[in-house]
């Protein structure tokens, strides 16, 4: 037995540290591909990419050992029912789950090891990740337009400079081509010389431009027999141009800091987090609800109040027939005048309660993501090990096309789940073990089929199974004729 385990052990561990490395490359190009822009063409020296890259590929270990778990086993398993390993095992009589049992254990040692991963070393490594890619988006501004070139990175902007200064920040000869008009035809500024710098909320990017001219071109007054159109030419000795700067900005939360981002926090700051979140969202529900709770209560300013019994009133039609005529406009108008400012007050409340809640929803969803991870290893191993048992074919080709398969079903019901669980629409627990939820009576489907050796994906038994029940129904018709 021991020997059998030793087979199986190291026909898996080959397999899923390739896969493994496969997949982690493969994401980090998509990575390279999404922030190229941003990485290229700015005179960063090569460590500090590769720094970013390092920091990235933590980021990108939920999806790929999940991904190299599910197929190293179908290659496994796989490769044993195809080279009849696995026939010469259950002769011997060991059964499927009791040759599963040491790969069980390796599984139990990475899903333990991808929690404790994703509960220490994530946050830590997403922390450095996204402030290094936040200063490498922001870091030598001057790097955003180049000498000589026409530079359209700022949406419905081009803009070319003939030289820099050695601070970054002086130019001379710029030339900017506006195309934010509705007409269709650019608006062109052309300086000298001038500056460029941030605004102090890092939104805005502003060049002040110094002894220019600005060229604009209008429909003009026009006619079906002599159309034209007009011509501006303003000089102007200095000015401003702002551009918006969100574009090179990282999309971040509305925390005050990256340590407070869900994603930088592990279990303990997580609860700390929702704990803090749940008394602000108190303290906002408690003051709205005395806020505008004080509307609605009567004060009596009469001295010597006193409670009497008195036959409540009853009203046909309105409760301004209680009210004297000449007194029923002012009332109509004060009612009014409440109503409206209930409102003002729930229109400045609403947001903040729904911000509190969103803030609240996606801390409950990153605290059970920490445990998915390690679920998911198991679950796509019971799903993957009989799969390839099943299938008993090894290498690279059907392996590969049923692993991503099943792990692109996987996936897309996690990522649409979760972001029903982000909206509001189901819980955050719900959300985010839904796939797990659903696959695993896939997982014990397959187990027991592979268990009876069942050929589930075997071609020629469905078309001997087909054949039969065409023979069956031929010699039917032929007996009823």
């Known amino acids: 037995m021991k020997k059998i385990h030793l087979l199986l052990v190291k026909a898996f561990i080959k397999p899923f540290i390739v ?57 496994t398993f796989g490769s044993l029912g195809e080279n009849y390993e696995l026939v010469a095992i259950k002769s011997a009589g060991v059964s499927l789950q009791r040759a599963m049992r040491p790969l069980f254990v390796v599984i139990i040692m990475l899903a333990v090891a991808s929690f404790l991963f994703s509960d220490y070393m994530l946050p830590k490594a997403n922390l450095k990740y996204g402030s290094l890619l936040w200063d490498v988006r922001n ?3 001057s790097f955003l337009i180049m000498e000589g070139v026409f530079n359209n990175s700022i949406p419905g902007y081009s803009i070319r400079v003939d030289k820099k200064g050695e601070d970054g920040v002086s130019l001379e000869g710029i030339m900017i081509y506006d195309h934010t008009g509705t007409n269709g035809i650019a608006k062109i500024i052309m300086a000298k010389e ?7 909320d890092d939104q805005y990017l502003v060049l002040k431009l110094n002894n220019g001219v600005r060229y604009e071109e209008t429909n003009g007054k026009a006619s079906s027999f002599n159309p034209r159109q007009e011509l501006y030419r303003m000089r102007f000795r200095q000015t401003e141009q702002k551009f918006d700067f969100s574009s090179f900005k990282m999309s971040r939360t509305d925390e005050s ?28 529900d408690r003051y709205a609800k005395l806020n505008i709770g004080s509307y609605y209560k009567q004060s009596n300013y009469t001295k010597g109040y006193s409670k009497l019994k008195v036959p409540v ?22 009612a009014i005048d409440q109503a409206s400012s209930i409102q003002q007050t729930m229109a400045g409340k609403i947001p903040e309660h729904e911000e509190q809640v969103r803030n609240l929803i996606r801390v409950q969803v990153e605290y ?87 050929a589930l994906f075997d071609i020629t038994y469905y078309k001997s199974v087909l054949t039969n029940l065409f023979k069956k129904k031929s010699k039917t018709i032929n007996g009823n004729k």
Request: with cysteine; charged share 15%.
């Open 368 to 454: 059970q993501r920490k445990f998915t991870l390690a679920v998911s290893c198991l679950l796509l191993f019971f799903i993957g090990a009989p799969l390839g048992a099943i299938i008993r074919k090894g290498g690279l080709g059907l392996p590969v096309v049923m692993a991503i398969v099943f792990f692109l079903i996987y996936h897309i019901i996690s990522t649409v789940s979760e972001k029903s669980a982000n909206q509001g629409n189901i819980s955050p627990v719900m959300g985010i073990w839904m796939a797990i939820i659903v696959l695993s009576p896939l997982g014990a489907f397959l187990t027991y089929k592979a268990t009876v050796d069942s």
């Open 257 to 284: 800091s990256f340590r407070s981002n869900t994603a930088m926090l592990n279990l303990k700051g997580l609860t700390r987090k929702e704990d803090s979140l749940r008394k602000s969202l108190d303290s906002v």
């Open 313 to 334: 009133k009853q009203v046909k039609n309105s409760v301004l027939e209680l009210i004297p005529k000449k007194n029923r406009s002012i009332s109509v108008q004060t």
């Open 19 to 75: 896969t493994f490395f496969i997949v982690m490359f493969i994401l980090l190009m998509l990575f390279l591909f999404k922030y190229v822009d941003d990485l290229i063409g700015k005179g960063f020296e090569w460590y500090v990419i590769l720094e970013l890259m390092f920091y990235a590929s933590a980021a990108n270990v939920s999806m790929a050992l999940p991904l190299a778990i599910l197929l190293s086993s179908i290659m």
């Open 139 to 141: 870091k030598k501004l």
């Open 194 to 200: 001038g500056k460029m710098y941030k605004t102090s």
